[in-house]
């Protein structure tokens, strides 16, 4: 199963560091490109983020390794149980619109 979606790619630094923050909703769903595969590269917050939202962690093969949803606002720390490369970041709730589950493979070889 691939993601069928177009992504907002974050895949600098400074795009990375800025994700889903001073924005008013996501437009498309927003995927992060780091720079490794580990769990404390890829943990998110959610400082000056207005709304909820879903992320979906995913290794170096495009496997989902974690799910996070409806995370508020202000969230401090969001550390994945499983190392990641990608970081989907959509809408609260598209998670479970899309019926995304641990072991899916979601990105297509482009991204990978």
């Known amino acids: 199963m691939s993601f069928p979606a177009e992504f907002e790619i ?16 996501i437009e498309k769903p927003l995927l992060f490109i780091l720079p490794s595969e580990s769990r404390e590269s890829s943990t998110i917050h959610s400082f000056f983020v207005a709304f909820p939202f879903d992320a979906v962690f995913l ?4 496997i989902v390794v974690d799910i996070r949803e409806n995370i508020q606002p202000f969230t401090l720390r969001i550390t994945p149980v499983k190392p990641a490369k990608y970081i989907i970041e959509l809408r609260a709730g598209e998670v479970r619109r899309r019926k995304i589950r641990i072991g899916s493979k979601l ?3 482009a991204y990978i």
């Not at 290794?59 to 495009?62: C, L």
């Open 107 to 109: 990105l297509r070889k």
């Open 10 to 25: 974050a895949d600098t630094m400074l795009k990375r560091a800025r994700g889903l923050m001073f924005r008013s909703k």
């Open 59 to 62: 290794n170096s093969k495009g």
